[in-house]
C-alpha cells in the first residue's frame, strides 16, 4: 500500500542540524484544521444540460473564515464545485483540473458559513462531492514581544503587489519574475499553500480577513530546504486564480534577484505581513524603513530592518534588489543569502514546473528525479496512466520502481554501475568486458550485488586490482605498494591521506592506520568458546566440498572459536550444521582476524547447498552477521575467507569466533507459516513479518491470542496492497461496488486508461468501457439461481444482457410458461400485507415476473409447489413491462425473478418493490436487514449474501457496532 502526502505540488525537503544562533524562526501560523464530514455519493445529471444537484451550507460557529478540503471528489465533463461566502458573496468554481491545481482544497473566504453546490454537466452519472475538514481561525492573540523589531515599530502600512501573504503558515512571500516564480523561507511550507495579494485589514480580535478569490492562488510546485539559520529557503511557483492568471498575469509585478551577496552596510528594506500589537494591522502588509547589512557569512547575513513573527519569507532587499530571505529573529535578524547554489538549482527546476512532465528534461524513468514525470515519454505515460502522482506530484522511488519493472531496461554492466575493483553496492560494474566475464561465472555479481568476492574474481579475470583488499600489502606496515589489505581501514586512511592510495602505503601510511584502526587484533576468541576441531591446512569440516560430506553437528547458542585460511587458489570452508524441528530465524555472527565471510546455507539433505537470507562479513574481529527465516530442517552456518589467497596458516591472522543464534519456534507469532494477513486466520500472528509486527504493535490482541477480522482490517488498510484486478473483485461488466474487477487483463486495460476503476470504485463508466473494450459482457453476477442477490425496497437497476436461462416453465404463468434470461433476488419483506414488484414503464424490453414462496438455496430453481404469482404483460404498463402483488408476511423471504417474454428478450431496466403496511412498531436497529427488530447472524448473513453489491467493508463495520441492538 502506498502512503503518500497528497500535494499538487513537488516537494523535496532536507533537514540539517541548526547552528546555535538562539533564533526563532518568523512565521506565525494561521488556523486550525476542524472535522467535517460531507459525502454526496455518486449522483447523476441525465439531462441535456447542466444542473445543481447538491447543495448544502456548511458552518463554523465562531471562526473567522472557511477554507475547505475535498477528497475524494470525482467530477466528471462539464460538472465542477461551486462554494459561495455568505458574508460576502465571494464565489470560487472549482473542477477537476481545478481541484487538481488547489491539491483538493479551496481558497479561504470569509466569515463563518459557506454554501457548497456540485454542478452535474449534461449527461453525467458519476459526480461526487467528498468534504474532509475544514479550515478556520478562532481569534487570532499576538505573541508576547517584539522578536526582530530593532528599536521604534516605525513599520508603515503598504500594498505592493509583488509581495504575498502565504498560509496557512502565516509567512511572507517575493514574485520575482514574469511566470509568477516565487521565493520565501522553508520552515513556511506546508502541503497546501496559498499566497494572497490585496490583503485587508485584519479585525479588533486580530483574526484576519482574506482577500477576494480572485487575489488568492495556489502554489502548484515548489522546492524547499528547513535546516535551520543559513539553510531556510523555499522556491515556489503560483498557479492560476479563478480568473486563469497567475499574480504576474494580474498585476504585472515582481522584484528581481541578486546574483551574489550584499556589502555590511548596504541600506535594507522589507515588505512583509508581520504581526501588529495593533490588531487591524497584523498580518497585512507593512512596509519596514531602511535598515542595514551588519554581517555577512557564506550562508546567510544580517541586517537591522525591523521583521518580526509573519516575516518569515520577506524578500530583504538593497536597492530595491532581493539579496535574501528574512529567516530568523531577534535583531540582528537572519536572511539565507538569495544567491546559494542549492537554492538557485532549486528555482530553476520549479520555475520550469507546469509543461508536460512526459518528455525530455524531466529527469530520468528508473531513478527518483525530483519532478513530476520522466524523460521517456512512452514509459512516462504508461507509469503515469497507472500512478498519476507520478506526474501530477513527483517521480518517487515507487514511480521509478515501476518503470524499472515495466519499461526501463537496468543497466548492471556499464558506466555508472560502480567500480569493479571493490564491492560497489549496487549489481554488476562499470568495465563493461569485465562486468559481463564475471557474471558469466558468478551470476550473483549482476543479479544481486557486486560484493567482495566480485571484486576478487574481477582481480583474477580481468586482472583488475584497486589500491584496497586482499594481496595489496598488510596496513600496520610500509609494505611498498599503493593501500592495503584490510578494505575498510585502506579507505579510511586514504580519505584522509590520498597519497597512501596513489603512490604508496608507506611508514606515515602505517602510523595513521594504526591510529585509525586500531592495529591488528591479536585472537577474536576469548577462551570460552567451543572448538571447531579442524587443525589448519586440514580438511574434517568441509561439508559438502569434503569426500565424504563433513560436518561439525551444531545447535542454536552455539558459540565456536575455528580457523579458516586461504592460498594458492585453494581456501578453506567450515560447515557448521544447525537441525532446526521448528521454523524461525537462524543467525550466524562472524567475528574474523582475515577478511571473512558468514553464510546462511540450505539443500543440506541433499547437497545442493543454496545461499539464503542476509550474508555477513567481518574483517580484524568486526562482526558480521548472517540471517534467514527458516521453516524446519537442517542448515548450515557456512565460513570462509573472502578470498583464495593470502591467509596461509601460518600468516597469523586465521582466527575466527561464530555465535549461532535461533529465534522464538513458531511462538514467534509473526513468522513465515503463520496464516495469512489479509484475513482472519484462526491462529496468533500471520505470515507477512513487517506487516505483522506493525499490526501487533499497536494491538497486541492480533499476536497474543487470534490474528481476527480486527487485525485483517488493519493489516489491509496499513499494509497489505489490495488485489482489485481478479477473482474475487467482481465482474467487470456492471457497476460492482468495489475497485477493479475480476478479468485481470480486461480490468488492467481499463484501469490505465480510467485510473478511478482502479483506485476508487468499478462504476457504470467502468462497466461500459469493459463492455466496449475486453469482447462484451460476462452475464449478470445474479444469472443462476443459487447466484441470487439480495435486494430491498424502492428502485434498483438491473440488466439480464447475455443472462442464462436456468428457472423451470410454469404452465400457470403466461405464452409458453417460460421467463427467459433471467436473473435472481432474495426479499425480505418489510411489511404485513400487499406487497408489489414491478418493471412497469421502468426497461426497455419485454419483461417477465415470477415470485416464489421461500429463500430456501436447495430450492434452486424452484419449482412449482412454490410458485405464488407470475405477470408477463401488466395492464396500464408500456412496453409490455411486468407487476405482481402478493400479501407479504413481515420478515419472510421471498425469490424473486427477473426475464423476458421470449427468448430474444434481453436488456436492462428498474426493478421496485413497494411493501405497504409495516412490521408493527419501528424497529430502531439501522442494520436490522431481516425485518425481526435485532440485528444478529440472520442479518449478518443477509449482509455476507449481497457483499460486493451493494454491500461491502464499511458496511459490515457498521453492521457490527450495531451488533445485539433489539427493538
Keep these: 500500500m502506498r502512503s503518500r502526502l497528497s500535494i499538487a505540488a513537488l516537494i523535496a525537503a532536507t533537514t540539517l542540524a541548526m547552528p546555535a544562533f538562539g533564533q ?46 475535498f477528497e475524494p471528489v470525482r467530477l466528471e465533463p462539464g460538472s465542477f464545485i461551486r462554494i459561495t461566502s455568505l458574508l460576502d458573496g465571494e464565489v470560487q468554481e472549482l473542477d477537476a483540473a481545478g481541484l487538481a491545481a488547489w491539491n483538493y482544497s479551496s481558497a479561504y473566504f470569509n466569515g463563518d458559513t459557506v454554501t457548497v453546490e456540485l454542478i452535474g454537466g449534461p449527461n453525467t452519472q458519476n459526480n461526487r462531492l467528498t468534504i474532509l475538514d475544514l479550515d478556520s481561525q478562532f481569534g487570532n492573540p499576538i505573541p508576547t514581544g517584539s522578536c526582530g523589531i530593532c528599536g521604534p515599530d516605525n513599520r508603515t502600512l503598504s500594498g505592493e503587489l509583488w509581495s504575498a501573504r502565504l498560509f496557512p503558515a502565516g509567512c511572507s512571500a517575493s514574485v520575482y519574475n514574469a511566470d509568477s516564480c516565487m521565493v520565501s523561507a522553508g520552515h513556511c511550507i506546508e502541503s497546501s499553500n496559498v499566497v494572497q495579494f490585496n490583503v485587508p485589514l485584519s479585525n479588533p480580535d486580530c483574526s484576519t480577513n482574506n482577500p477576494p478569490v480572485a487575489d488568492q492562488f495556489p502554489i502548484i510546485a515548489v522546492q524547499f530546504q528547513n535546516g535551520g539559520v543559513g539553510a531556510d529557503w523555499a522556491a515556489m511557483k503560483a498557479g492560476t486564480n479563478n480568473q486563469g492568471q497567475t499574480p504576474f498575469q494580474r498585476y504585472g509585478q515582481s522584484r528581481p534577484l541578486a546574483g551574489g551577496p550584499p556589502s555590511v552596510g548596504n541600506a535594507t528594506e522589507i515588505w512583509g505581513y508581520g504581526v501588529d500589537s495593533q490588531c487591524e494591522r497584523s498580518q497585512v502588509q507593512q512596509y519596514s524603513p531602511p535598515g542595514q547589512v551588519t554581517s555577512v557569512q557564506p550562508n546567510f547575513f544580517l541586517h537591522n530592518s525591523d521583521a518580526t513573527f509573519g516575516n518569515s519569507g520577506s524578500g530583504i532587499l538593497v536597492s530595491n534588489v532581493i539579496y535574501g530571505i528574512n529567516t530568523h529573529c531577534p535583531c540582528d535578524n537572519v536572511a539565507t543569502r538569495i544567491d546559494l547554489p542549492a537554492f538557485v538549482a532549486a528555482r530553476a527546476a520549479v520555475c520550469q514546473a507546469g509543461g508536460d512532465p512526459c518528455g525530455p528534461g524531466s529527469g530520468p524513468c528508473d531513478q527518483p528525479n525530483g519532478t513530476p514525470g520522466c524523460d521517456d515519454v512512452a514509459c512516462c505515460q504508461l507509469i503515469c496512466g497507472q500512478d498519476p502522482f507520478c506526474c501530477d506530484t513527483e517521480w518517487d522511488q515507487i514511480c521509478a520502481n515501476a518503470a524499472i519493472e515495466q519499461c526501463v531496461e537496468p543497466s548492471v554492466c556499464g558506466p555508472g554501475a560502480g567500480p569493479c575493483d571493490i564491492p ?49 600489502g598488510p596496513f600496520d606496515v610500509p609494505n611498498g605498494s599503493p593501500g592495503c589489505d584490510d578494505v575498510e581501514c585502506c579507505e579510511t586512511v586514504c580519505a584522509v591521506d590520498p597519497f597512501c592510495c596513489e603512490t604508496e602505503w608507506d611508514q606515515i601510511c602505517a602510523n595513521e592506520a594504526i591510529d585509525l584502526c586500531g592495529g591488528p587484533p591479536t585472537t577474536c576468541c576469548d577462551g570460552s568458546e567451543l572448538a571447531e576441531g579442524e587443525a589448519c591446512g586440514a580438511d574434517t569440516n568441509g561439508g559438502c566440498n569434503s569426500t565424504p560430506v563433513a560436518f561439525v553437528e551444531a545447535a ?41 565471510v558468514v553464510f546462511i546455507v540450505d539443500g543440506i539433505a541433499a547437497c545442493a547447498p543454496v545461499v539464503i537470507g542476509e550474508t555477513g562479513a567481518s574483517v580484524n574481529c568486526t562482526p558480521g552477521t548472517a540471517s534467514a527465516v527458516v521453516g524446519p530442517g537442517q542448515y548450515v552456518v557456512f565460513v570462509a575467507t573472502n578470498a583464495f589467497e593470502g591467509y596461509p596458516c601460518d600468516s597469523g591472522n586465521n582466527d575466527y569466533r561464530l555465535a549461532i543464534s535461533c529465534d522464538k519456534d513458531p511462538g514467534d507469532a509473526c513468522n ?82 480510467d485510473p478511478f476503476c482502479c483506485e476508487t470504485e468499478w462504476d457504470q463508466i467502468c462497466a461500459d468501457a469493459a463492455i466496449a473494450q475486453c469482447g462484451g459482457p460476462v452475464g449478470p453476477i445474479n444469472d443462476d439461481c443459487a447466484d441470487r442477490i439480495a435486494i430491498f425496497d424502492g428502485g434498483t437497476p438491473y440488466s439480464t444482457i447475455d443472462a442464462t436461462t436456468d428457472g423451470n416453465v410454469h404452465a400457470a404463468c403466461q405464452f409458453d410458461g417460460q421467463t427467459y434470461h433471467d436473473v435472481w433476488y432474495n426479499y425480505t419483506a418489510t411489511c404485513n400485507g400487499p406487497l408489489t414488484i414491478s418493471t412497469c414503464n421502468a426497461a426497455d424490453y419485454d419483461t417477465d415476473l415470477a415470485v416464489y414462496a421461500t429463500c430456501d438455496a436447495a430450492d434452486c430453481p424452484p419449482g412449482d409447489a412454490d410458485l405464488i404469482a407470475c405477470n408477463d404483460d401488466f395492464s396500464g404498463c408500456s412496453g409490455f413491462t411486468s407487476e405482481v402483488t402478493i400479501d407479504a408476511v413481515c420478515g419472510a423471504c421471498y425469490k424473486i425473478r427477473v426475464g423476458g417474454w421470449n427468448d430474444g428478450d434481453q436488456g436492462t431496466g428498474t426493478l421496485t418493490i413497494t411493501c405497504n403496511g409495516d412490521c408493527g412498531p419501528k424497529c430502531p436497529c439501522v442494520w436490522d436487514l431481516d425485518g425481526d427488530c435485532d440485528v444478529d447472524p440472520s442479518d449478518l448473513a443477509n449482509l455476507l449474501a449481497s457483499w460486493g453489491a451493494p454491500y461491502g467493508p464499511a458496511d459490515l463495520a457498521a453492521l457490527l457496532a450495531e451488533w445485539g441492538c433489539s427493538g
Design 672 to 753: 513465515p507459516n503463520a496464516g495469512p494477513c489479509d484475513v482472519p486466520n484462526g491462529t496468533p500472528g500471520c505470515d507477512d513479518i513487517a506487516c505483522c509486527e506493525l499490526i501487533c504493535s499497536q494491538d497486541p490482541f492480533c499476536c497474543d491470542t487470534e490474528w481476527d477480522q480486527i487485525c485483517a482490517n488493519a493489516a489491509l488498510e496499513q499494509c497489505v496492497e489490495p488485489t482489485v484486478c481478479g477473482p474475487g473483485a467482481g465482474p467487470c461488466d456492471v457497476p460492482n461496488g468495489t475497485p477493479g474487477c475480476d478479468d485481470v487483463d480486461c480490468c488492467e486495460l481499463i484501469c490505465f486508461a
Design 424 to 472: 560497489n553496492g549496487s549489481p554488476g560494474c562499470d568495465d563493461v568486458a569485465c562486468c559481463e566475464a564475471v557474471c558469466a561465472v558468478d551470476p550473483f555479481c549482476c543479479d544481486t550485488e557486486w560484493d567482495q568476492i566480485c571484486a576478487n574474481e574481477a582481480a583474477e579475470i580481468c586482472a583488475v586490482q584497486g589500491p584496497c583488499g586482499p594481496g595489496a
Design 24 to 69: 526563532q524562526q518568523g512565521n506565525f501560523p494561521v488556523g486550525e484544521r476542524v472535522p467535517f464530514e460531507l459525502d454526496t455519493g455518486f449522483i447523476a445529471n441525465a439531462g441535456p444540460t447542466a444542473k445543481v444537484l447538491y447543495q448544502d451550507t456548511v458552518t463554523v460557529n465562531g471562526g473567522a473564515f472557511v477554507r475547505l478540503y
Design 556 to 596: 542454536c547458542g552455539d558459540t565456536y572459536c575455528g580457523t579458516a585460511w586461504a592460498d594458492a587458489g585453494t581456501r578453506d570452508t567450515d560447515w557448521y550444521r544447525v537441525t532446526l524441528t521448528n521454523g524461525g530465524t537462524l543467525s550466524g555472527t562472524l567475528q574474523s582476524e582475515f577478511d571473512g
